[in-house]
């Protein structure tokens, strides 16, 4: 029988079989071997579960001509053209919120894992050069620090919350105002910059946000201030990043997202001020198995003609 569901990704075994068993999905690893399928496969499908970050526009979608749900494994679909679905009548799904503390804990683990000297602590025991007297720096204190929050969208709020209780001076910029329990709020994100020591970068990713943390506002940020970013490498002019921190006209960053990852600028790597993640914000057992849950449960939704859980568009 020629599958209505088409899974595209590298799903991990449990997912897989979920897809499989519950949906009667068939799998293919990445969007080109989608394309690859014969006419008939390809028409057969009307729901595509799709995980991935390789771009899916729409002449991909025009591939599958009774395609009428992409359901995403991930709250950012920043690649997948939104308004290219819409003007085919593709519903997109996505899924958020399941992912909000993970995501969260990562920033927060990040923000002081740069700010102690993590990563230099553990290799200053390991080495030895403890044991052979070595002493380690003092280093910067946290609590009470100005920490900005560029998006203050469900997981910038979470990550707020989260630094309150590290007795941390909150401020933000969104596009609008929000409801906060007496956070600052910054009309202009260059604003932002100035009254803060860290930022944390929280925004969508997509050409919207691209390049939004740029040459000047580092600058704003200034020497003693720090980035740390998970939303997605394009919200940050990584040229940029990269040129201040080696001028040391910022003093840090935390990062979990890149340019063209999993490849990564290796000028990066010779920075000691730097954290880098390898895009695990989500990736804990319990959250991805919840992720994909809210992905099948949308197609199962779609199928059964039910109204969809978590509608992008
Ligand atoms: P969300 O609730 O939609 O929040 C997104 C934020 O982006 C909001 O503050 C929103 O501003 C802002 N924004 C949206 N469109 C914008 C535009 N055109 N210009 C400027 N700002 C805009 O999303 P979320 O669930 O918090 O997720 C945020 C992002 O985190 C995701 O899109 C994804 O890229 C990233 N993420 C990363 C990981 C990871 O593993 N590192 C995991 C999950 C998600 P307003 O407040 O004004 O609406």
Redesign the pocket.
């Known amino acids: 029988m020629t599958a209505k569901t088409l899974a595209i990704g590298n799903y991990n075994d449990t997912d897989a079989a979920a897809l499989e068993h519950d949906l009667n999905a068939q799998r293919v690893s990445n969007l080109d071997e989608a394309l690859a399928l014969d006419d008939a496969a390809r028409e057969a499908v009307t729901a595509i579960a799709y995980m991935g970050h390789a771009a899916f526009g729409g002449d991909a979608m025009d591939a599958f001509p009774n395609l009428c749900l992409i359901a995403n494994f991930?709250?950012?679909y920043?690649a997948i053209d939104v308004d290219a679905a819409s003007a085919r009548d593709i519903a997109l799904t996505n899924t958020?919120d399941v992912?909000?503390d993970d995501?969260a804990d990562?920033a927060v683990a990040m923000l002081l894992m740069q700010g102690r000297r993590m990563r230099q602590g553990d290799e200053l025991v390991r080495s030895g050069r403890w044991a052979d007297g070595e002493s380690f720096p003092l280093n910067r204190k946290m609590s009470g620090a100005k920490v900005g929050i560029l998006?203050?969208?469900?997981?910038?709020h979470d990550i707020a919350s989260r630094l309150a209780a590290f007795k941390m001076d909150l401020h933000y910029w969104?596009?609008?105002e929000?409801d906060t329990p007496g956070w600052t709020y910054h009309g202009d994100p260059m604003d932002l910059a100035r009254a803060v020591d860290v930022l944390v970068i929280?925004?969508?990713?997509g050409p919207?946000?691209e390049n939004?943390v740029n040459a000047a506002m580092l600058d704003a940020l200034g020497k003693d201030g720090v980035v740390i970013n998970?939303?997605?490498g394009t919200t940050v002019d990584e040229g940029a990043l990269l040129d201040a921190l080696e001028a040391g006209r910022i003093a840090g960053a935390g990062l979990?997202?890149f340019v063209g990852e999993p490849k990564v600028d290796p000028r990066f790597y010779k920075l000691d001020q730097v954290v880098l993640q390898p895009?695990?914000?989500?990736?804990t057992v319990a959250t991805r198995a919840a992720m994909g849950q809210l992905q099948r449960d949308n197609v199962a939704a779609f199928h059964d003609g039910k109204p969809l859980l978590t509608r992008v568009n």
């Open positions: 991930g709250v950012g920043d958020p992912l909000n995501v990562l998006g203050l969208g469900r997981i910038g969104s596009r609008s929000k929280a925004l969508v990713g919207e946000t939004m998970i939303s997605r979990d997202v895009h695990q914000g989500s990736g």
